[in-house]
């Protein structure tokens, strides 16, 4: 299988709904972006962080990493798609089509 194959590559979403009521969520909340940000995530909505990975094995590092820094409240999803999936992802602001960015896309040389 070709190395660098669109079914191949993966992007891994972390998508999160946290409380930020009290200053100790605010301050959770603050730390899981940031930790989500060290590890090479972007944003690409609001809540929503993704992760250009060339491996399903390289995406399950990151998934194990985000998973040793969750939060103690809220809900976090963890979804790994190909980059054929997410080449078809359709964005619109209000009605108006917008072309999808490839946020973080990294380059190897090896």
């Given at each position: ?15 999160f ?23 090479g ?14 491996s ?8 194990r ?26 964005l ?17 040389l090896?």
């Amino acid at each position: 299988m070709d190395r660098f194959s669109e079914y191949r590559i993966m992007w891994v979403l972390v998508l999160f709904d946290l409380p930020t009521e009290t200053k100790k969520d605010k301050k959770a909340y603050a730390t899981f972006r940031k930790n989500l940000q060290k590890d090479g995530f972007t944003m690409f909505q609001f809540s929503i962080y993704v992760r250009h990975c060339p491996s399903s094995e390289n995406a399950d590092v990151h998934i194990r990493r985000v998973k040793s820094f969750l939060p103690d409240y809220g809900k976090v999803g963890i979804m790994c798609i190909t980059d054929k999936q997410f080449s078809n992802i359709m964005l619109f602001y209000g009605k108006k089509p917008m072309a999808v960015s490839t946020p973080g896309q990294q380059l190897e040389l090896f």
